[in-house]
Nanobody, 124 residues
Framework: QVQLVESGGGLVQAGGFLRLSCAASGSIFSINAMGWYRQAPGKQRELVAAITSGGSTNYADSVKGRFTISRDNAKNTVYLQMNSLKPEDTAVYYC??????????????????WGQGTQVTVSS
């Protein structure tokens, strides 16, 4: 069992930055792939970025070059550094963990554990 708790969301102006953190409990964190998803009102949950235990990453096209996912296995924490934020980045951001150390696929159904979400609002 893995429990995930996100933090770091908030209100920021366009062009600004935020850093999200996700603290995980459970010894399997270090062997699970981790992901950040977001869901805006009226839209489907979408994968923003994912990272394997070894540090391989992938990103949604909409955030490439602006967002960076990273993890510290010793601290059981995964991060999402978000730079050059845009109003369209406004959403609830969720941390997720999957029982496979893989990056393939973007469906939220591939992930087994979820945090409660943290709101990110970017004003224009």
């Amino acid at each position: 069992q893995v429990q995930l708790v996100e933090s770091g969301g908030g209100l920021v102006q366009a062009g600004g930055f935020l850093r999200l953190s996700c603290a995980a409990s459970g010894s399997i964190f270090s062997i699970n792939a981790m992901g950040w998803y977001r869901q805006a009102p009226g839209k489907q949950r979408e994968l923003v970025a994912a990272i394997t235990s070894g540090g391989s990453t992938n990103y949604a096209d909409s955030v490439k070059g602006r967002f960076t996912i990273s993890r510290d296995n010793a601290k059981n924490t995964v991060y999402l550094q978000m730079n050059s934020l845009k109003p369209e980045d406004t959403a609830v951001y969720y941390c997720a963990s999957r029982n496979a150390d893989l990056l393939y696929g973007s469906s939220h159904l591939l992930y087994d554990y979820w945090g409660q979400g943290t709101q990110v609002t970017v004003s224009s």
